[in-house]
């Protein structure tokens, strides 16, 4: 591990003179940090979604033809998902945790890289896409298992080719879905969901609070790689500026608290936070 630069820079690195002198962080980070490991975001540089918004809670719920669409699309879409690694920005801050640095490290991310990349004080606030959670009675599984049984019983499917989409989806055009069979869970026979938190669907409480007391005790924010159109990030830096909390961000593009953030970094993840890793 490197070690962290030294406050005599600071004039010419803006972001390292940030870190440098705050020890505590309260770390956030989105999409954008996981692009230079070939996960694509939902966001241009506008903010403005890049594709169809995600599935949302309602729609999965809304019956089978839904779920065959979303679970063949994520068969398709795991076969690349399951093989990212971690880059240079998620190792740069599992080395700013390893020195002290970091008092909690918040990812909107279903990826895992984070804990891939070794950090331990990770806090997932949409949960992790290689779980699979059953809707009826609760059993978690492997997405690894899911995705057998899946081939198991789609066979066929495997030889489809698709563009690479965000969070393990595929984009699969003109395909007739109905033919897609959708394993139920093993244990009582109910509705299989990845878990993670689909959009119209609240962040499990204990995740929020856990974040609130964490944020309590940092002595400033840093962002990175989030556009913070989603609420449930964006009320982090809501709240870290109504405490008077210094908060800079890493990002592309603008983000939804431009107004709330005295420090923008506009370049990508790993170039910012190289020097760190």
């Known amino acids: 591990m490197s070690t962290l630069p030294s406050l005599d820079t600071a004039i010419e690195d803006p972001l390292r003179g940030f870190i440098d002198a705050h ?12 692009t230079d490991s070939g996960i ?15 599935m949302t809670l309602q ?9 065959a669409r979303y679970w063949a699309r994520g068969m398709i879409g795991w076969r690349h998902f399951a093989s990212v690694a971690p880059n240079v920005a998620h190792r740069a801050l599992a080395a700013m945790e390893r020195a002290g640095r970091i008092e909690l490290l918040l990812t909107q991310n279903v990826d895992g890289l984070h804990e891939q990349a070794g950090s331990l004080n990770v806090v997932d606030l949409h949960g992790r896409l290689d779980r699979v959670r ?3 009675c609760g059993d978690i599984t492997t997405r690894e298992a899911m995705q057998s049984r899946l081939q198991e019983a789609n066979p066929t499917w495997m030889a489809l080719q698709a563009t690479v989409a965000p969070d393990g989806d595929a984009d699969l055009d003109e395909v007739d879905f109905s033919a897609f069979s959708v394993p139920p869970c093993l244990v009582c026979g109910g509705i299989l969901k990845p878990d993670v938190v689909f959009f119209g669907e609240n962040v499990p409480r204990a995740r929020v609070d856990t974040a609130w007391a964490h944020l309590g005790r940092a002595d400033a924010m ?20 109504r405490r008077g909390l210094p ?19 506009e370049r990508s993840c790993a170039e910012a936070l190289a020097p760190y890793a």
């Open 40 to 54: 694509p975001d939902y966001r241009d540089d506008r903010g403005a979604w890049k594709r169809s918004p995600p």
């Open 134 to 136: 059953c809707m009826q």
């Open 59 to 67: 729609a999965f719920m809304s019956g089978p033809a839904a779920r």
């Open 222 to 241: 840093l962002v990175v790689g989030s556009s913070l159109m989603v609420y449930s990030g964006y009320r982090f830096v809501l709240e870290a500026s």
């Open 247 to 265: 908060v800079a961000s890493v990002n592309l593009g603008v983000t939804r608290a431009d107004g709330l953030i005295p420090l923008k970094i």
């Open 23 to 34: 020890p505590r962080l309260f770390v956030l980070t989105g999409a954008g940090i996981s």
